[in-house]
């Protein structure tokens, strides 16, 4: 196994030519085998890191490594010979670059040479390919549900040196009160079992549609340090004929649907929600439980499917969006007035969503009857429970809400990095064929499309669900008690232009 000191004794690399192992060994946790009810697997790792790997997950076999390995019985897969289904092709890839090794970089390796390559610190973020730009609105489903209501332009995350929070539910597992937590985190989660045309194919069921882009969504949280290794945040997909995806049991697992070819339509319960309908009942199954919807057009939201699809998981457990913390907001559309304001009316421009104009057709903005339009405007885009009354999404979506979520006290900025943050064009109007901003930072600095959860997405989610956060290799490095900490400090003493702290 390639160890992290071994990096000192190896030749100089060719142009162009990658050491194996030097930056980070590839973690991919897939099943294997689909369907099949027991925990995640442990992680394996790719040793070449030369090779690109696209998703996670398949049913083939062979025997030689890098490989994919199930915990429990299920044959390696091997990723040279593994080839996505049609559907899951350009949507994730996982590639991996070489380190430069600084003298600190030298430093950590040589004390670090007990962990394994396959740890978080040797790994390579996710990269996502881009779709191309296209207009593209979700149509909300407005049965209480939260919903992707955005388009993008571009994949981008910026770093800020600010504190950052998090928004979502504080209702634990334990209570009879909805919407709640999950128990621990933990989901079982079933498939729809209706069949579509897809692809010009027919008959293809929700599962082979859905399913390796859940996966891959499923390790991008896993990358941002939202792993189930202590039993904790297991997203277990049932087998359609599994006893937990009985209709009795509807309230106990969540039900992913597939929107249908070409429909733009993204939408998933926060939490576990209120059942609406009888399980004996002749309802949709929708009603009786938890629900998450999906699309895999390209053209909406993150202009990602995985991404767009990351997005949701966090709505399942139980994240709220970003921008509808009332924190950020102060009256007309808070109910306290704040010092510190990120959104108001000089920087959300309610006008400017889609179906803004469809709900104001019967005012008009002149005349003796104008005021009409403008209480209606006023309540249409300041109040959360106005608009969801009126079923206006755009409102729903982006207005802050009452005080059923949790707000982190301590923090004083929006998560700018949030994956449950839209981009500034979400949701808008065309205007000669240029999307609108709806929204924008105080600075009227536009407000990017994140490709992956952030890292307060991740505590926050932690937090709410009362599990220990983790400081991880990374976090204890700088320490001052680490012995890392100290060997890399002498270091740079003997040489000051050794700087990496």
């Known amino acids: 196994m390639w160890k992290p ?77 593994w080839s996505p289904s049609p559907s899951f092709r350009g949507h994730f890839d996982v590639s991996c670059n070489m380190l430069a090794f600084s003298p600190c970089l030298v430093a950590i390796l040589l004390a670090a040479t007990g962990v394994e390559a396959g740890s978080r610190l040797w790994q390579p973020p996710i990269k996502h390919a881009k779709a191309a730009v296209a207009a593209g609105i979700t149509v909300r489903d407005l049965s209480g549900v939260n919903n992707l209501y955005f388009n993008g332009t571009n994949v981008s995350s910026t770093q800020h040196g600010h504190q950052k929070r998090y928004f979502g539910l504080n209702t634990p597992s334990g209570s009879s009160d909805y919407p709640r937590l999950w128990p621990n985190g933990n989901i079982d989660a079933c498939f729809d079992t209706a069949t579509y045309t897809h692809n010009g194919v027919n008959g ?88 998450m919807t999906l699309t895999d057009i390209l053209d909406i939201g993150m202009m990602n499917v995985v991404a767009n699809y990351a997005h949701e998981m966090g709505h399942v457990w139980g994240l709220h969006h970003e921008h509808q913390n009332p924190k950020w907001w102060t009256t007309p559309f808070a109910d306290t007035e704040r010092d510190k304001i990120y959104f108001s009316e000089a920087n959300f421009h309610c006008e400017d969503l889609a179906d803004f104009a469809d709900h104001m057709v019967r005012y008009s903005p002149t005349g003796p009857d104008a005021w009409k339009y403008t209480n209606e405007r006023n309540s249409l885009c300041r109040k959360h429970a106005y608009a969801e009354r009126s079923k206006f999404a755009g409102g729903i979506n982006y207005l802050p809400m009452d005080s059923e979520g949790m707000i982190d006290g301590d923090k004083s900025e929006p998560d700018w990095d949030s994956i449950m943050l839209y981009p500034s064009n979400a949701g808008g109007r065309t205007v000669g064929g240029v999307k609108q901003n709806v929204i924008t930072k105080p600075n009227g600095d536009l407000i990017q499309p994140n490709s992956k959860p952030s890292q307060q997405d991740v505590k926050g989610l932690k937090k709410m669900y009362g599990v220990k956060i983790d400081r991880g290799f990374i976090g204890n490095l700088g320490a001052s008690t680490s012995k890392l900490f100290n060997k890399v400090k002498t270091i740079r003493k003997k040489d000051p232009d050794a700087s990496c702290l």
């Open 5 to 81: 000191s071994d990096a000192l004794n190896q030749p100089p690399l060719a142009p162009g030519i990658q050491r194996p192992g030097a930056k980070a060994v590839v973690t991919l946790t897939a099943r294997v085998r689909r369907g099949q009810r027991h925990p995640w697997p442990t992680n394996t790792r790719a040793t070449d890191c030369c090779q690109t790997l696209r998703g996670t997950g398949s049913e083939d076999s062979g025997s030689s490594t890098p490989r994919l390995r199930d915990s429990s019985t299920v044959t390696p897969v091997t990723l040279s010979s």
């Open 204 to 291: 293809v069921s929700t599962r082979d549609i859905l399913y390796d882009n859940l996966i891959a969504a499923r390790e991008l949280w896993r990358q941002a340090g939202l792993d189930d290794k202590g039993g904790s945040f297991q997203f277990n997909i049932l087998a359609d004929n599994d006893p937990g995806c009985a209709r009795a049991l509807r309230s106990t697992h969540l039900l992913i649907i597939y929107a249908g070819e070409n429909i733009r339509k993204m939408s998933s319960t926060v939490g576990v929600i209120q059942p609406l309908g009888e399980p004996g009942g002749t309802g949709p199954s929708l009603y009786l439980g938890p629900s």
